[in-house]
């Protein structure tokens, strides 16, 4: 098991590790398992496909340490992290007396994950939760560095909160049971942090594809484990994500558009692989990055199965990205490679992206 320390304004480990579902108990920190002794319960979120598979491990582990547990089982997928979903869950556990000492445990994916973690950022004004994520994705992005959020009618993630956990625990053996679609998906997040931050990380998965060693328990242990690491080095620099944090946003801004033009219907991973290559072609089109990146970065993606390309017209893409909640006035900060490994902020005005990414 690898341990990773989160140093950020509420400190907290991640947990990464093969069978951790089940050991629960040796990965509390100290200030959650205190709550036993005053009659704490835990409120357990999930999704109805990761409930069948896993809850009963977790709620046997935490009813095991001493706590009562409430479950919270939600739809699968994106229609969760609604304000219909996110008002159910409040009222249900007011209606269940849930108190300030007691804790949130997110099982499942980054919609649970992102939707809980909002629960607990303003349910009685914040009560304590753990991130255990179940899905690539969520593993080696979303449960990490306290971004909460639900979405709007209006676009993703539009009302949110910062708010770290108290704990992540990652338990490898969920990725067992994962569409190949959604192991792709978190796949997508990975290349992100070898075209970002890693150039060896690049090098490594463009080596043992993942999609083809996912029952390579110390290959993604290891491989998540680095995601995590740089994920960390970012957030403790940048936890409000006013500077450096934007560079996790790579491939995103298109992204975000691809995702709100198909209602949803193009995952998260696909959007953001369709952004990270397109952005890489412009980047290497107007001699941002050196001859060949843009390849580098479509070959990568398309050797994991992930999409390149959008049907999306020009003016869908840029509609979409006005919905882009980073935009700020008429600007937005775009992530460009400079090389693959490092990469650049950029602020740019509305006009400028349209032009960079579709030419005049
Ligand atoms: N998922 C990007 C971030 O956490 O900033």
Redesign the pocket.
């Given at each position: 098991m690898k341990t990773i320390h989160v140093n950020t304004s509420r400190p907290y480990d991640v947990h990464i590790g093969a069978g951790l579902l089940k050991k629960i108990e040796e990965l509390l920190p100290e200030s959650v398992l205190k709550k036993i002794d005053k009659g704490a319960k835990t409120v357990l979120i999930t999704d109805e496909n990761v409930n069948e598979i896993y809850s009963s491990d977790v709620e046997e582990s935490l009813e095991k340490i001493g706590f009562d547990v409430l479950k919270i089982v939600v739809p699968a997928g994106e229609e969760a992290k609604s304000g219909q979903w996110y008002l159910k869950i409040l009222s249900c556990m007011a209606e269940n007396h849930v108190s300030r000492n007691d804790c949130i445990f997110a099982l499942g994916g980054g919609v649970v994950g992102d939707l809980s973690g909002f629960v607990a950022a303003t349910f009685l004004r914040g009560i304590d939760f753990v991130q255990m994520p179940t899905t690539l994705l969520s593993a080696v992005?979303?449960s990490?560095?306290g971004?909460t959020a639900i979405n709007l009618p209006e676009g993703k993630n539009l009302a949110g909160a910062f708010y770290q956990p108290k704990a992540v625990i990652m338990d490898v053996n969920t990725l067992d049971t994962l569409s190949a679609e959604i192991f792709a998906d978190g796949c997508a997040e990975i290349i992100k942090y070898g075209v970002i931050w890693d150039s060896e990380l690049f090098e490594l998965i463009k080596e043992n594809n993942l999609t083809k060693n996912r029952g390579n328990i110390d290959l993604m242990c290891g491989v998540i484990s680095r995601c995590v690491e740089i994920?960390q080095k970012?957030?403790s620099l940048d936890e409000l994500?006013k500077g450096i944090?934007n560079i996790?946003?790579f491939g995103?801004t298109i992204g975000h558009s691809i995702e709100k033009n198909s209602e949803f219907e193009v995952s998260h991973g696909s959007s953001v692989a369709i952004g990270m290559t397109i952005i890489s072609k412009a980047a290497e089109k107007k001699g941002l990055c050196p001859a060949g990146t843009g390849k580098l970065v479509e070959n990568l993606i398309s050797d994991y199965g992930l999409p390149t390309e959008t049907d999306y017209s020009r003016k869908q893409i840029m509609d979409g990205l006005l919905s882009d909640k980073k935009i700020e006035g008429t600007t937005i900060n775009l992530i460009l490679p400079e090389k693959i490994g490092k990469c650049n902020i950029c602020n740019m005005k509305i006009n400028e992206i349209e032009e960079l990414i579709f030419g005049d």
């Open positions: 992005d979303s990490v560095g971004k994920k970012v957030v994500d944090r996790l946003n995103h």
